[in-house]
Nanobody, 121 residues
Framework: QVHLVESGGGLVQPGGSLRLSCATS????????MGWYRQAPGKQRELVAG???????HYVDSVKARFTISRDNAKNMTYLQMNDLNSEDTGVYFC???????????????WGQGTQVTVSS
């Protein structure tokens, strides 16, 4: 069993900042990619930011220069620093990892339950 728990969401005014954290637990042999997705009301879930095991990052165009994804391989955690937030950033943010639970298994996707981010004045 692999569990992911996101934290750090909340209500913030436009222009404000939040830092999301994703803690993992359970039987994890290795984690490859880690990422943050968001789902706005009435929209499909989209990849916001991703980071490989070696630290290469990629972002959706709308958050470039405002969001920063990072990871701590020793703690199996990932973070999303979000600055200069605007109303279009509102949504539920989900943590995702692609991981192995043993050396002989393949990589599978695991998801957290999500944390709500609301940007409003």
């Amino acid at each position: 069993q692999v569990h992911l728990v996101e934290s750090g969401g909340g209500l913030v005014q436009p222009g404000g900042s939040l830092r999301l954290s994703c803690a993992t637990s359970g039987t994890i042999f290795s984690i490859n990619d880690m990422g943050w997705y968001r789902q706005a009301p009435g929209k499909q879930r989209e990849l916001v930011a991703g980071i490989t095991r070696t630290g290469s990052t990629h972002y959706v165009d709308s958050v470039k220069a405002r969001f920063t994804i990072s990871r701590d391989n020793a703690k199996n955690m990932t973070y999303l620093q979000m600055n200069d937030l605007n109303s279009e950033d509102t949504g539920v943010y989900f943590c995702n990892i692609r991981a192995r639970t043993a050396a002989w298994t393949g990589n599978y996707d695991y998801w957290g339950q999500g944390t709500q981010v609301t940007v409003s004045s």
